[in-house]
C-alpha cells in the first residue's frame, strides 16, 4: 500500500516514471503514539497538522482488529518537538507520570469528498478523517470520527481500525 520507498529511491523532478497518487497530492506527515504512565495509564496519539501536532488520548489505547472502535478523546495542539519526548513529568506537574514513545512514523491523509482529496486540517473540522499510519508496529488505515462535541469544537472522537497493510 505505501509507495515510500518507491518516492525516496527517486527524483521525479528527473526522471519520468509515474510517482504514483499524484492525483490526490498528498504527502505524508509524522505520527507518533506516546504511552503515558499518569494517574491513569492512556496513551497519546499526535498527527502532525499545520505545524503542530494535534493530540487525542486514548484510555484503551490503538483498536486491534478491523472495524474495531477505540474511544479518542481531543487534548490540546503539543509541539512539533513533542513527538521526540521521552521521560518523567515531574509529580505536582500536568500529566506527571512517564512517557515512553509507544510507536512513530509517518501518516498519510487520504480523506476523500465526490473524489477529492480535502486536507487534513478541513476533514478534522469536518469531524472525518481518513489517514494511513506507517509505524513501526501499527501499519495500515484509520478512521477519526468525530461524536460528541463540546465548546463548540470536536471533543470526542472514535478511532476505527480499516484495514493491515
Ligand atoms: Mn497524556
Redesign the pocket.
Known amino acids: 500500500m505505501s509507495l515510500t520507498k518507491y518516492w525516496q529511491k527517486r527524483d521525479f523532478a528527473k526522471t519520468r516514471e509515474p510517482k504514483g497518487r499524484s492525483r490526490l497530492k498528498t504527502k505524508s506527515s509524522l505520527f507518533v503514539i506516546q504511552k503515558?504512565e499518569?494517574s491513569k495509564l492512556?496513551y497519546?496519539f499526535r498527527l502532525e497538522v499545520a505545524g503542530v501536532l494535534k493530540s487525542w488520548?486514548l484510555p484503551k489505547g490503538m483498536p486491534e482488529k478491523v472495524n474495531e472502535k477505540r474511544l479518542a478523546v481531543e487534548t490540546e495542539d503539543h509541539p512539533t518537538e513533542y513527538a521526540d519526548f521521552e521521560g518523567a513529568i515531574p509529580k505536582g506537574e500536568y500529566?506527571a507520570g512517564k512517557v515512553k514513545i509507544w510507536d512513530k512514523g509517518t501518516f498519510q491523509n487520504i480523506t476523500t469528498i465526490d473524489g477529492q482529496l480535502v486536507s487534513t486540517q478541513k476533514a478534522l473540522k469536518k469531524g472525518h478523517l481518513n489517514f494511513l499510519l506507517e509505524g513501526n508496529k501499527i501499519k495500515g488505515s484509520f478512521t477519526f470520527i468525530a461524536f460528541k462535541k463540546i465548546n463548540k469544537g470536536h471533543n470526542q472522537w472514535l478511532l476505527i481500525k480499516r484495514n493491515d497493510t
Open positions: 503515558h499518569s492512556h497519546d488520548a500529566g
